[in-house]
């Protein structure tokens, strides 16, 4: 049974930073590429990152690219995601997920085959 679990939520200041952990078990990171999303009550799923971990390949949308780093550890079955500058606006649940290919494009919550149950972030001062 996949289960992946997130972790690293909480509430931070405007400009702090996190760093989110999604820990996987029943899947092995090689065979699958990981995305995080995130999404506000009322609002669609938002694709922010991708990474193959088989040959450390990622993926960011525009949104937060150059402040959130996406990074994988094989040996632990655990990803990363860090979040340097946040702002206000990136309060929401964030996801992990994964799915069997890589994209290097728009990620789609259609293309994901599993999902860990979120953890809240809030950027507030």
């Known amino acids: 049974q996949v289960q992946l679990v997130e972790s690293g939520g909480g509430l931070v200041q405007p400009g702090g930073s996190l760093r989110l952990s999604c820990a996987a078990s029943?899947?092995?990171?090689?065979?699958?590429?990981m995305s995080w999303f995130r999404q506000v009550p009322g609002k669609e799923r938002e694709g922010l990152a991708s990474i193959s971990t088989s040959d450390d390949t990622t993926y960011y949308a525009d949104s937060v690219k150059g402040r959130f780093t996406i990074s994988g550890d094989n040996a632990k079955n655990t990803v990363y995601l860090q979040m340097n500058g946040l702002k206000p606006e990136d309060t929401a649940v964030y996801y992990c997920?994964?799915?069997?290919?890589?994209?290097?494009?728009?990620?789609?919550?259609?293309?994901?085959?599993?999902w860990g149950k979120g953890t809240l972030v809030t950027v507030s001062s």
């Open positions: 997920a994964a799915s069997p290919a890589f994209k290097d494009y728009e990620l789609s919550v259609d293309d994901m085959d599993y």
């Open positions: 029943g899947l092995t990171l090689d065979y699958y590429a």
